[in-house]
């Protein structure tokens, strides 16, 4: 081995002192020539290195062209290298690695006075500034580069123009200047067009799409329709797969928007489809085509001689072929050794590469769910309001005692489904632990009557019998969560009423023991039904999970009631339990611990102090655009002798703010035309006192400080409990002295 090396390290001597010899006496011009042709070479290799979406390797092949470029002195190639990895680093997203390179740059070619490459020096640095949040800066630089493009005489300058057309039409996007956008998107879309290159079909696709969402932004749905389908078509050509996603979304909410909810639910399927195939299966693979398509738009070709690259490539080669020689001679003595490691290295970098892939695709994964639960729970809300109010007003209309019946009967479903989609339908919540458990004083057996009620009707169309076995000796009033038990109760009853038929329920509450401050109790819901093997015992809990295939299909339903029973007893710090013989039946079990309160005879429900009278002839504007919400509002508010007047949208609500007297406004956050928020913004403008209170059925635990920054007092989510609703509205008057 030593022998070999030795022999190497000779060769490699004898090889220099050949190309010493043949050097010497040659003019330092053409050294320096051909020092120039190796700095483009390894220029061209970057590209082509970017084309292959393998940027590691662009940038290793960019940092020797920048190192050699210094070494002959060469600044036009220093600046040009550190122009080509800003941009690398920029797509890549390592902007504090981008800067360096891009101030250098142009330090450089303002120096040289090379118009043209500080041009695009600009257009790298305004892109900078845009994702670092600078935007009235990054509009600086970019009037400034496309104004030295304009002077250009070059037809290679139409191409550059053209990209900072469009990325200055992005940024006046979203400074919601939509119209000044679209300007700049049809000029950049001209250039592209002239030009007869398959790479700009990218930059076409984009600019599509980003003219689709400012039509869409103005509500030109019809124009915004046939740019985002033209985006679409695109981006399935090209294989562009983040275009192709985001026109997908965009197809849905225009659907959505123009009374299609077919198309809106078909391209909103397509999408998720499409979201879990390159986000979730291929992620790697996806962004770096992403970061290909993006950095081939951004990177003229055309700005390095062909020749040169020419002259590069028969350097190479001889350098390949000396290469080769020395390689032959190691590869006797380390072909075994070499195979050992590169099988090692091998399964580390794809045992490395499935760990970043799987959490990468695990976080687009929570991405993507977290947008459908939050779409979901929008559409849920909305309904649920109409079905609360109409609840509320039926009450408040003298019912019969069995109409009474009835109606405790929906409204207790009422509040539990809307507890469902607060708590149980939003899965992060829960896989995070995010859920609260409330501390409230109530009456158990109470709550078990209401399930019991509410479930009996269905218990007796499959011909079961519910029985409940309740202690007595359990309290009256004890202190815990009284949604989360009835959550509980109604999941595992309605869990043994799917899977029994023509049989029986029990359900047994025990008081196991008790002291002053504290009673632990027993609950078992037992059925006669279908039972559940041993095998699916252990996996019965699981999110989405059921006995078998052929249980889902004989009694349907998510699989998700066990799974969220499981949760919500951990969150209360116990334990779900199972017995169960195939074919005869389950029971399920747990215990929990509740508080005990001192006084009897504590309310149940919260008690809110509102001075009724002091609230009767107030003026209150209702802005909504659903017909039924806004009936059940005004009747909610007449019905306290309020007076109440109706907008349908933001921009009608700014008029009548402007020119009539109100002493509040419930303001909705999604309306056609601008939203609530930006209504609210400019309704502040001209009026700071007036209170604004946001009635919406968005979830707001993510985002409640954008609501006060925007100019609201408070927020009412839909559907919301009556007293609540009348409470922050008597509490919004007398902050601001409407009422005393």
């Not at 797969?241 to 639910?265: F, H, Q, V, W, Y």
């Not at 687009?364 to 769910?369: E, G």
């Amino acid at each position: 081995m030593n022998t070999i090396m030795l022999s190497l390290r000779n060769f490699v001597v004898v090889l220099f002192t050949l190309s010493c010899l043949y050097s010497f006496g040659q003019k330092p011009k053409n050294l320096e020539t051909t020092q120039e042709i190796l700095v483009d070479s390894l220029l061209i290799k970057g590209i082509n290195a970017i084309n292959t979406a393998e940027f590691d390797k662009s940038i290793l092949k960019f940092q020797e062209a920048k190192q050699l470029a210094r070494k002959i002195n060469n600044q036009s190639r220093v600046g040009l290298s550190q122009q080509l990895l800003a941009n690398v680093y920029l797509k890549q997203g390592e902007y504090d690695k981008a800067f360096p390179e891009i101030h250098e740059a142009i330090k450089i070619h303002q120096e040289l006075q090379e118009s043209g490459k500080l041009a695009e020096d600009y257009l790298t640095y305004a892109q900078l500034l845009d994702k670092t949040n600078n935007k009235t800066e990054a509009l600086k630089f970019l009037d400034q580069s496309i104004a030295i493009f304009e002077s250009s005489g070059e037809k290679n300058a139409k191409q550059s123009l053209a990209t900072a057309h469009l990325y200055k039409g992005a940024i006046l996007q979203e400074q919601k200047k939509d119209d000044a956008a679209i300007k700049e998107f049809e000029r950049a879309l001209q250039f592209f067009s002239k030009l007869s290159d398959s790479r700009n079909n990218y930059s076409i696709a984009r600019l599509k799409l980003l003219i689709a969402r400012s039509h869409n932004n103005l509500n030109k749905l019809d124009k915004s329709l046939a740019e985002a389908t033209e985006a679409y078509n695109l981006s399935k050509e090209g294989s562009f797969p983040l275009i192709e996603t985001d026109a997908l979304r965009l197809l849905s909410t225009i659907s959505r928007k123009m009374g299609n909810p077919e198309n809106a639910l078909k391209y909103l399927e397509q999408y998720i489809q499409k979201a879990q195939l390159y986000f979730q299966e291929d992620l790697a693979s996806t962004r770096n085509l992403a970061a290909r398509n993006a950095l081939m738009a951004d990177i003229n070709p055309h700005n390095y001689d062909v020749s040169k690259r020419v002259q590069a490539n028969k350097i190479t080669t001889v350098l390949i072929i000396a290469l080769f020689t020395i390689l032959c001679l190691l590869a006797l003595s380390l072909y075994k050794n070499n195979n050992l490691r590169a099988k090692a290295n091998e399964l580390l970098q794809a045992k490395n590469a499935e760990l970043v892939i799987a959490k990468e695709n695990a976080e687009k994964a929570s991405v993507v769910k977290a947008q459908f639960l939050s779409t979901i729970t929008h559409e849920l809300r909305t309904p649920m309001y109409a079905v609360t109010g109409l609840t509320h007003l039926l009450l408040s209309e003298n019912p019969t005692e069995e109409q009474k019946k009835h109606l405790d009967s929906l409204k207790f479903s009422g509040e539990y489904l809307l507890s469902l989609i607060n708590n149980i339908l939003d899965l992060n919540k829960l896989e995070a632990d995010k859920v609260e458990v409330e501390q409230a004083t109530f009456n158990l057996r109470k709550r078990v009557d209401d399930v019991l009620f509410a479930l009996e009707r269905s218990a007796q169309e499959k011909g079961n019998k519910l029985h409940l076995e309740y202690d007595s000796e359990i309290p009256d009033q004890i202190i815990g969560d009284p949604l989360m038990i009835s959550q509980i109760l109604i999941n595992l009853i309605g869990n043994g009423n799917k899977f029994t038929r023509d049989g029986d329920i029990f359900v047994r509450i025990k008081q196991l023991s008790r002291n002053e401050t504290q009673t632990y109790l027993h609950f078992e819901v037992e059925d006669t039904g279908e039972g559940i093997s041993k095998k699916k015992q252990k996996d019965i809990f699981q999110n989405f999970t059921q006995g078998s295939v052929q249980i889902n299909r004989k009694f349907g339903g998510t699989g998700l009631g066990l799974s969220i029973v499981k949760r919500l007893l951990t969150l209360q710090k116990s334990k779900i339990e199972l017995e169960s013989t195939l074919g005869k039946g389950s029971k399920f079990f747990f215990d929990i611990k509740y508080g005990l309160t001192q006084n009897k005879k504590e309310p149940e429900e919260r008690v809110y102090e509102i001075d009724y009278d002091a609230l009767k002839g107030r003026n209150i504007l209702v802005v909504e655009d659903n017909k039924i919400n806004q009936m059940i509002t005004r009747k909610i508010l007449e019905k306290n002798e309020m007076k109440c007047d109706v907008a349908d949208n933001g921009e009608i609500a700014i008029e009548k703010v402007r020119f009539e007297n109100y002493d509040l406004v419930l303001m909705d956050i999604h309306m056609p035309g601008i939203s609530g928020i930006e209504a609210t913004q400019k309704i502040r403008e001209f009026n700071k006192d007036l209170p604004i209170l946001a009635l919406t059925a968005v979830t707001i635990d993510e985002n409640i400080d954008d609501f006060y920054l925007a100019g609201f007092n408070d927020i009412i989510p839909k559907p919301y409990k009556v007293e609540e609703f009348f409470f922050k509205i008597h509490n919004a008057l007398k902050r601001k002295n409407v009422i005393l």
